[in-house]
């Protein structure tokens, strides 16, 4: 009974991540890029010291849009990654493509939105979350590691 469990769990779990992973990935594409010269006019109203974490944030994201790529290439990977969690025979792989991914979202929180405590519990957990779907099936990764004499 135990261990259906923990399999209900763990099915859980891979939908919740690969359906936020999902979301992330059309949230990229629902906006138009910004116009570099409306990113800087936004960038100065935020130039003053105390403002000074706004600032970071509005110019590490318009920056990453600015390239024309990332912010896309991002999208993309959410979307792909996402729905490879959300597949049933393709979740570890999901799972472990996804986790520079859910690492970054989480840093991003933790060095650039400190004070937002809910969004930095919440990408936290999509972290954790990530990374116990990757342990969950250490089977499979684990002779990688450790390598046996001949």
Same mark, same amino acid.
Not at 57 to 71: C, D, E, R, V
Not at 91 to 99: D, I, K, Q, R, S
């Given at each position: 009974?135990?261990?259906?469990?923990?399999?209900?769990?763990? &099915?859980?779990? %891979?939908?919740?991540?690969?359906?936020?992973?999902?979301?992330?990935?059309?949230?990229?594409?629902?906006?138009?890029?910004?116009?570099? &010269? %409306?990113?800087?006019?936004?960038? =100065?109203?935020?130039?003053?010291?105390?403002?000074?974490?706004?600032?970071?944030?509005?110019?590490?994201?318009?920056?990453?849009? =600015?390239?024309?790529?990332?912010?896309? $290439?991002?999208?993309?990977?959410?979307?792909?990654?996402?729905l490879?969690? #959300?597949? =049933?025979?393709?979740?570890?792989?999901?799972?472990v493509?996804?986790?520079?991914?859910?690492?970054?979202?989480?840093?991003?929180?933790?060095?650039?939105?400190?004070?937002? $405590?809910g969004?930095?519990? =919440?990408?936290?957990?999509?972290?954790?979350?990530?990374?116990?779907?990757? #342990?969950?099936?250490?089977?499979?990764?684990?002779?990688?590691?450790?390598?046996?004499? &001949?």
């Amino acid at each position: 009974m135990m261990g259906k469990s923990i399999s209900i769990l763990f &099915i859980a779990l %891979r939908l919740f991540l690969g359906g936020m992973m999902l979301y992330g990935g059309v949230q990229k594409f629902q906006k138009p890029l910004p116009d570099p &010269i %409306r990113v800087v006019e936004k960038a =100065q109203k935020f130039t003053a010291a105390e403002k000074k974490g706004t600032l970071q944030k509005i110019l590490y994201i318009s920056g990453a849009k =600015q390239t024309g790529y990332f912010w896309q $290439v991002l999208g993309i990977c959410e979307l792909v990654f996402g729905l490879l969690l #959300l597949l =049933q025979g393709t979740g570890f792989v999901g799972a472990v493509f996804l986790l520079p991914i859910t690492l970054h979202i989480f840093l991003f929180h933790l060095f650039l939105e400190r004070d937002a $405590v809910g969004e930095l519990l =919440q990408t936290g957990a999509l972290f954790v979350i990530n990374i116990l779907l990757i #342990l969950r099936e250490k089977k499979k990764w684990k002779h990688l590691l450790w390598v046996r004499p &001949i």
